[in-house]
């Protein structure tokens, strides 16, 4: 079993549209959860960031950790056609380990 | 502006021939790390630093070597190239001592092709 697990997609909603975007992990040590955002042929950008479990809004952004059920989200609000990207989740044990990412999500937003 | 540089962006190179992809960032970060990104297996990690002289593998360190003499510049070495280390990598930084718990910025991206 791969310590992350996260859906490829694609996943095509209109303009407007939640989004939901989800991993799965193995590990219950895993504490700090983030997802990045990859436009095609740039660097991942950091857009969220949570500690252990529980939820934080940021924006249209919304990140929700569920550690007794070993799952993260990310719901994008009222979604637009530039968060068309893909989107990897990542997560770590602690400080100095290793970053673990999934192998992200392509989501397309049309207009 | 804050950013993290890597040098260069496209490279095509022959199997065994030494080469160094340079990262550099402007932020006074003191962790920095190295991953490649392959279709179907994703962001892996190969080296990370937690401060200057301070090195550690990560999960696909072999055939790959770092140092950190400064605190600004963490480069990439390959000793050998083979096919197999084709690949697009990416250079991240985090502030904070001891190792921070999320990589804060990447570089654009170096894409390597070994033949």
């Known amino acids: 079993q791969k310590e992350v697990e996260q859906d490829p997609g694609p996943l095509s909603v209109p303009e407007g549209a939640i989004v939901s975007l989800n991993c799965t992990y193995s590990n219950s040590a895993f504490q700090y959860f983030m997802w990045y955002r990859q436009y095609s042929r740039k660097g991942p950008e950091l857009l969220m960031y949570?500690?252990?479990?529980g939820n934080k809004e940021d924006g249209r952004f919304t990140a929700q950790v569920d550690k007794s059920s070993k799952y993260i989200s990310l719901f994008i609000r009222d979604s637009q056609p530039s968060d068309s990207a893909t989107y990897l989740c990542?997560?770590?044990?602690?400080?100095?380990?290793?970053?673990?990412f999934g192998k992200g999500t392509t989501l397309s937003v049309s207009s | 502006e804050a950013q993290v540089t890597q040098n260069p962006r496209y490279l095509i190179t022959v199997t065994g021939k030494k080469l160094t992809v340079t990262c550099s960032q402007n932020?006074?970060?003191?962790?920095m790390s190295w991953y490649r990104q392959d279709p179907g297996l994703g962001l892996r990690q190969i080296y990370y630093s937690m401060n200057v002289e301070v090195t550690d593998k990560g999960d696909v360190p072999e055939g790959y070597k770092v140092s950190r003499k400064e605190k600004r510049n963490f480069p990439l070495i390959l000793e050998s190239p083979s096919p197999n280390q084709t690949s697009l990598y990416f250079c991240a930084s985090s502030p904070g001592g001891g190792g921070r718990h999320t990589e804060a910025f990447f570089g654009q991206g170096t894409r390597l092709t070994v033949v």
């Open positions: 932020m006074n970060h003191e962790y």
């Open positions: 990542a997560m770590r044990y602690q400080a100095g380990t290793a970053l673990i």
């Open positions: 949570t500690y252990s479990s």
